[in-house]
């Protein structure tokens, strides 16, 4: 690299560890015009700044080549996999069991954008129209499962997917689902149920006002608050939900790394 570096950049054992799950096609298959690090670091530079794609600084690859190489990883559930061995690792080195039993599951409504608004719906408790992210995490926060919808569509009406999600990333494992008082009610409890998993909601202590540190769902809450570093997660951006996840996955992915950088040297 003869560029001068910027803050998104991979470090090198960060890099060493993501390759394996990042190469789609040989090293010397002639499609391959850019090394497979400038387009990564381009594709985290877009994910940190927010920028708009054809805004990409000269100094990386052309944009729309990695335009092309982020949704072909994506699709290929690169940055997914590798969140799956960071999360287990993770849990290893905090002497916890390699796959959680507890899950913690919310979602919050990202504002709609001229790119996404043909697919936005209008969220009437948020007063905003835009996408609801809805995300299942373990107990240390890390990513589990994360899925997309309309603003106008019920939390609740999202549970047995999002199980099942988890449930399949977990090995069916998950035993407990903590979530608020959003996702009430017989049905959903019998939708989680279908999935294999017990639905507890944690309510809020009654009279209660202002901020409040809940227990179990805070972490969840955290969770989102670490992505929305990610610039590009601060509104809806995307043309494809498909998109919006998979930055997502990758936002999960780079906070794992830089927590288990020690582990990578």
């Not at 061995?85 to 290893?92: A, E, F, K, T």
């Not at 309510?203 to 805070?218: M, T």
């Amino acid at each position: 690299m003869t560029r001068r570096g910027y803050p998104s950049d991979v470090d090198d054992d960060t890099y060493l560890f993501l390759l394996p799950y990042l190469v789609l096609r040989p090293k010397d298959a002639v499609q391959r015009k850019y090394p497979i690090r400038d387009v990564l670091n381009a594709l985290l530079w877009v994910a940190r700044t927010g920028a708009q794609w054809a805004y990409l600084p000269h100094d990386f690859p052309p944009a729309e080549t990695v335009r092309q190489q982020a949704h072909r990883w994506f699709e290929a559930e690169c940055f997914l996999n590798a969140a799956h061995d960071l999360r287990l690792l993770s849990r290893v080195e905090k002497s916890r069991n390699g796959e959680p039993t507890a899950i913690i599951i919310d979602s919050r409504t990202l504002q709609s954008t001229p790119e996404s608004g043909h697919r936005a719906g209008f969220d009437g408790a948020k007063k905003r129209k835009g996408t609801k992210v809805h995300l299942a995490v373990d107990t240390l926060g890390h990513l589990l499962a994360v899925l997309t919808t309309p603003a106008n569509e019920q939390d609740r009406a999202q549970v047995k997917d999002l199980c099942l999600e988890v449930q399949e990333a977990t090995g069916v494992n998950v035993e407990v689902a903590f979530a608020d008082q959003g996702y009430t009610g017989e049905k959903t409890a019998l939708d989680a149920t279908d999935a294999g998993v017990e639905l507890i909601v944690v309510k809020r202590p009654e009279a209660s006002k202002g901020f409040i540190l809940v227990p179990k769902r805070w972490v969840v809450e955290r969770s989102f608050a670490w992505m929305s570093r990610f610039r590009r997660l601060g509104r809806d951006l995307e043309r494809l939900p498909s998109t919006l996840v998979g930055f997502h996955v990758l936002a999960a992915c780079v906070l794992l790394c830089n927590n288990l950088k020690p582990l990578f040297a």
